[in-house]
């Protein structure tokens, strides 16, 4: 079991690391072995699940909640993340894909995650991506809404910048509790834009999504450099394995982004948590930085 961490000052306690359901249909697991995986990562201290609307074309939740019916009271053992705010064309009446933040979409998006996930309430919910046409206002009354009836407790953002974090911020009683932003050795754009800084400045810790590129990072010949390097500094570490140096690389942030897991695998998600033992010096952060962006510091 890994300590748990409090993620802003008025936020939740979450796992430090969260596993992350956006493939679930992929998984083709039974409610039974999904149930089953469920017990498992939580018994290694993986407490937090995250989840949107959206994932599997819109059946994600659903097929998560059908395996906690199994166990209602494991709920009592997880923290809940969903999103909201895209839409698709896997539903018939999207006739192309937007983004949509007002009020009424918000709560009733939030209400359906409900009914789909089998549980009273959400401990985060997160607006999924940036909207041009987000009004601050309207997101601030859906929010303030679905707090006051307990529906869900806390809340914050994905994929925002510095600037529209605040300007969400500005409109609301409470604070947002983290972003949720693309961290990894191949794609540093945050790193450096003011996201992460703006997270130091809140105290508030960051989850970081697609650390692995979505499987690129060990798969296309592009990367070859990076994985000679990563596989080096594992054996300089005592890592297991490159992905677990790449998990210790994004722990090593100053802002301690809680990594998203996006396997359906217990075996991974153990070699994965043996990560949060694991400790880059500042050579070796910038060695991987190096052999990822292709070039030394300016």
């Known amino acids: ?4 961490c409090q993620i802003s000052p008025q936020g939740p306690e979450f796992s430090p690391l969260i596993a ?26 993986i407490t937090t699940v995250d989840h949107a609307d ?25 923290e809940i993340v969903s999103k909201c705010g895209i839409a698709t064309t896997a539903r018939p009446d999207h006739a192309l894909g ?58 914050g953002v994905s994929n925002f910048t510095p600037a529209q974090f605040s300007l969400l911020q500005s409109r609301l009683p409470f604070t947002l509790a983290t972003n949720q932003v693309e961290i ?60 677990q140096v790449v998990y210790a690389w994004i722990l090593r942030l100053p802002s301690r982004p809680l990594p998203i897991l996006g396997t359906g695998k217990i075996a991974r998600v153990q070699e994965a948590c043996a990560a949060l033992s694991l400790s880059l010096s500042r050579q070796q952060w910038f060695r991987i930085r190096k052999a990822a962006l292709g070039y030394d510091v300016p």
């Not at 050795?185 to 692995?212: E, H, I, K, Y």
Request: with cysteine; aromatic share 8%; hydrophobic share 40%.
């Open 184 to 243: 990894s050795p191949l794609n540093q754009t945050v790193t450096l834009d003011g996201t992460l800084d703006q997270c130091q400045q809140l105290r508030v810790r960051p989850m970081a999504w697609s650390c692995l590129g979505g499987g690129r990072l060990f798969t296309e010949p592009r990367y070859q450099a990076l994985r000679d390097e990563l596989e080096a500094i594992a054996g300089e570490i005592g890592a297991q394995s490159p992905e």
């Open 20 to 45: 992350g359901y956006w493939r679930l249909m992929e998984w083709e697991m039974s409610p039974q072995a999904l149930l089953a995986f469920m017990e498992q990562h939580i018994e290694l201290g």
């Open 54 to 78: 959206i994932y599997g074309d819109y059946q994600c939740e659903a097929a998560f909640g059908n395996a906690l019916r199994l166990k209602p009271a494991l709920r009592e053992r997880m």
């Open 1 to 4: 079991m890994h300590q748990r």
């Open 98 to 155: 937007h983004y949509i933040t007002d009020r009424a979409h918000i709560v009733a998006s939030a209400e359906q995650s409900l009914k789909n996930l089998h549980t009273d309430y959400l401990d985060l919910l997160l607006i999924h991506r940036p909207d041009p046409l987000m009004d601050a206002d309207e997101v601030a009354d859906a929010f303030t809404t679905l707090h006051s009836s307990g529906k869900v407790r806390h809340f």
